[in-house]
């Protein structure tokens, strides 16, 4: 008899840490699936120095009718250079 009760207990007391442990778990999954997005920023590679840039921060210039983006303007004018010969 009393080893029932005691097995009805740890029962109990499993079941209560277990429930506590699923809910704690689902309570954070749910909050990062809330968390907005972060939007990344578009990339373009420098084609002089070949390093990316975003596109936000990149230098643009019209080169043979084409849009070529540039770290720096010194990177700009050095492939500019070497592409008008």
Do not use: W
Not at 4 to 27: C, D, G, K, N
Request: aromatic share 10%; hydrophobic share 35%.
């Amino acid at each position: 008899m009393i080893r029932s009760v005691l097995i009805f207990i740890v029962f109990i007391l499993l079941y209560s840490a277990l429930r506590t442990v699923f809910r704690s778990a689902m309570q954070a999954y749910r909050n990062v699936e809330e968390r907005p997005k972060v939007q990344g920023e578009e990339m373009v590679l420098d084609p002089n120095c070949r390093t990316y840039v975003p596109k936000g921060r990149a230098l643009s210039r019209r080169i043979h009718g084409t849009l070529t983006y540039f770290c720096s303007d010194t990177c700009a004018r050095t492939y500019e250079d070497r592409n008008r010969k």
